[in-house]
Nanobody, 124 residues
Framework: QVQLVESGGGLVQAGGSLRLSCAAS????????MGWFRQAPGKEREFVAC????????YYADSVKGRFTISRDNAKSTVYLQMNSLKPEDSAVYYC?????????????????WGKGTLVTVSS
């Protein structure tokens, strides 16, 4: 059973930065793509970013492109999301996601496992 544990959420002012981490266990981390999704109150869960098994390929939602950076450390079985220039509309619960393949063709599909989420609140 794969376990994903997120950390790093919190309260930050608009324009600030946060770095989310997701520690994975339960299968060979380096074989699979990883991603981040978020869900704001009253809204559906939405894709944020994903990264291929090697880290060589990344993809972002238009709303975060240029502000967020996804990365991974396969030696530590951890994926990160560096969030800069945060806006109030970035406030949400952020979920770590593990895909069933090493390369993601449709980032909104193919998620095998989810973390429990970490709350990010951006004040104006």
């Amino acid at each position: 059973q794969v376990q994903l544990v997120e950390s790093g959420g919190g309260l930050v002012q608009a324009g600030g930065s946060l770095r989310l981490s997701c520690a994975a266990s339960g299968r060979t981390f380096s074989r699979y793509a990883m991603g981040w999704f978020r869900q704001a109150p009253g809204k559906e869960r939405e894709f944020v970013a994903c990264i291929s098994w090697s880290g060589g390929s990344t993809y972002y939602a238009d709303s975060v492109k240029g502000r967020f950076t996804i990365s991974r450390d396969n030696a530590k079985s951890t994926v990160y999301l560096q969030m800069n220039s945060l806006k109030p509309e970035d406030s949400a619960v952020y979920y770590c996601a593990a895909y069933s393949t090493g390369i993601v063709y449709d980032p909104r599909r193919g998620v095998d496992y989810w973390g429990k989420g970490t709350l990010v609140t951006v004040s104006s």
